[in-house]
């Protein structure tokens, strides 16, 4: 397996978490999301992925390879087609819960602190650094605190975002918690967040995959 990749991408990161869970072998395939005005929009990239986004897995399937884009449907193929250890529970209610954690992150957090959101606020629509870093900082934070009222609640969370043992939810949680750290989020209140966040980082598999760890590294 090739995963193209960003080493800052939060959507690679997950990604990268999953393959290492399932004790998958991948080459990395860096796709430098900055450079000479973004690598994504080369025409032998969007041949992979007509968005130009990160990131992109191509896989072998009988003999053919083929590409996948979307990082939650890339790590949804993974447990379909490598199920040990399984990312989702078993029980439909409990599968519905750990997806909605996932996608509250991926589709409620992320794509308003997205790279291309980000470069529109300011070359488009004037924003200052500091007013961009804000908006970073108010949807990031808004939404973690809501996660931590959730995942405070709930019964279900353990040592991980669902019982004793990382899902597709703490694939997602741990990268957008390192972007927040990054933009220098108060995450002060959110305890039970942070200590699953702790609590992943401490596995090799969340380790290896870290921003810090890829070859692209900066």
């Known amino acids: 397996m090739k995963l193209y990749s960003y080493f800052r991408s939060s959507a690679s990161y997950r990604v990268r978490i999953a393959l290492n869970l399932k004790g998958l072998s991948y080459d990395v395939v860096p796709v430098h999301l900055l450079r000479n005005g973004g690598e994504q929009f080369s025409?032998?990239?969007r041949k992979l992925n007509p968005d130009a986004l990160v990131p992109a897995l191509v896989?072998?399937?009988d003999g053919e390879e083929r590409a996948l884009t979307q990082s939650l449907a890339i790590i949804e193929y993974l447990d379909e087609t490598h199920p040990s250890p399984p990312l989702l529970?078993?029980?439909p209610l409990d599968r519905a819960h750990v997806r909605g954690i996932a996608l509250s992150?991926?589709?409620d957090i992320?794509?308003?602190n997205n790279l291309r959101v980000l470069r529109y606020l300011v070359r488009n629509l004037k924003v200052s650094e500091?007013?961009?870093?804000?908006?970073y900082r108010h949807w990031c934070e808004q939404?973690?605190?809501?996660l931590e009222t959730t995942l405070?609640?709930?019964?279900r969370t353990g040592r991980f975002c669902y019982g004793d043992t990382p899902t597709l939810a703490d694939c997602c949680l741990v990268p957008q918690i390192a972007n927040a750290q990054r933009l220098n989020c108060n995450l002060s209140g959110m305890p039970t967040v942070m200590r699953i966040n702790e609590a992943c980082l401490a596995l090799e598999a969340f380790a290896k995959a870290a921003p810090a760890n890829q070859p692209d590294a900066e």
């Open 105 to 107: 992150i991926a589709c």
């Open 143 to 146: 939404g973690l605190a809501a």
């Open 59 to 61: 896989d072998e399937v």
């Open 43 to 45: 025409p032998d990239y």
């Open 152 to 155: 405070s609640r709930d019964d």
């Open 110 to 112: 992320h794509p308003i």
């Open 130 to 135: 500091d007013d961009k870093n804000a908006w």
């Open 89 to 91: 529970p078993h029980d």
